[in-house]
């Protein structure tokens, strides 16, 4: 789970904005529809279980959800923000990114 102070409605820009200033990351709740969290989740599963952790990775097995014994993608601990192994580029990351809900809460911070 991510910690309460990261997390914001879209209104709070100002609150939003300095998370991103200060920690480089924001949770803006609400933005993406119930469905296209779905379909994210599915794509990053999709990914987790492929290219992500060379198979090693089972959506429907918790066992294989642990970083101690080298299974799941390394990432920076301090985040918890995947950055190897084409994480950024997965499709999972652009249908986020491509969503105009994201895209315009983007618009009013850059």
């Known amino acids: 789970a991510l910690p309460g102070e990261i997390r914001f409605q879209p209104a709070d820009t100002g609150g939003w904005r300095e998370a991103l200033r200060h920690r480089g990351m924001a949770v803006l709740e609400g933005v993406l529809p119930q469905v296209e969290l779905q379909a994210t989740l599915e794509d990053i599963w999709s990914w987790l279980e492929g290219v992500g952790s060379g198979g090693a990775v089972s959506r429907s097995d918790s066992s294989t959800w642990t970083m101690g014994d080298g299974r799941w993608p390394k990432d920076n601990m301090s985040t ?22 994201v895209q315009a809460a983007f618009a009013r911070f850059w």
């Open 80 to 101: 918890g923000i995947v950055c190897v192994r084409g994480a950024g580029q997965s499709a999972g990351a652009w249908r986020v990114r491509g969503h105009a809900a």
